[in-house]
């Protein structure tokens, strides 16, 4: 079974990102879910994006990769959307990562280095006309055409954070395939 470090969205730790992590842990794998918004969740991604702008990004990634470096180095980082922005950072540069998993968003590997460690598998999934993942989708397309580790999955639909069951964009049938790949990716570990 893998463990996990799970960075949530820019709303916060919702009740749909705890059960994602729910999820998981009920197919026997371990999830760490560290809350970076100190217990405040938001009802918009508008307001979500204030409160880590007054906060200060580098000050929340920082928390994040504070958590990390308490946890074993053999994780799997994964993050939703504004979570991917630690997740992938991880994953690119934490030595002993066991893979990644960047739903709904993806930087340019460039971001962290000059290519996507090698043996780090990773999944990336996004809406294919989410206005947020459009801008990221062509850094996952080179992303996954440059190693055989990665495989990226798009998905009808324009919501962003469609995988969120507690949110209004959720989109069953698209977060019930996500949550299947994602199990499947964790159980080759």
């Known amino acids: 079974m893998a ?3 799970l960075f949530h969205h820019i709303q916060g730790l919702t009740d749909g990102v ?6 998981l842990r009920a197919a026997g794998h371990t999830v760490h879910t560290p809350d970076l918004f100190e217990g405040r969740t938001f009802d918009s991604i508008e307001e979500g994006f204030g409160y880590a702008k007054e906060t200060g ?3 929340v990634r920082a928390r994040g990769l504070a958590v990390a470096d ?5 994780l ?3 993050g939703f959307s504004f979570g991917v922005t630690i997740a992938q950072r991880l994953a690119q540069t934490r030595p002993g990562a066991r893979g990644a998993l ?5 930087l340019p590997v460039s971001e962290f280095g000059t290519a996507w460690p ?4 990773v999944q990336i999934h996004g809406n294919e006309k989410d206005e947020f993942f459009d801008e990221d989708l062509p850094a996952a397309r080179e992303l996954a055409d440059s190693t055989s580790d990665a495989e990226l999955f798009v998905y009808p639909g324009e919501a962003h954070l469609f995988s969120d069951s507690s949110l209004p964009a959720y989109d069953a049938e698209s ?3 996500v949550k299947e790949r994602v199990l499947a990716f964790l159980a080759k570990l």
């Open 70 to 74: 308490e946890l074993p180095a053999e």
């Open 3 to 5: 463990e996990v470090l």
């Open 118 to 121: 090698a043996g780090v598998p």
């Open 102 to 106: 960047l739903l709904e968003s993806c």
């Open 76 to 78: 799997v980082h994964a």
């Open 175 to 177: 977060a019930g395939l």
């Open 57 to 59: 990004f580098d000050a």
């Open 18 to 23: 705890t059960a994602f992590a729910d999820d």
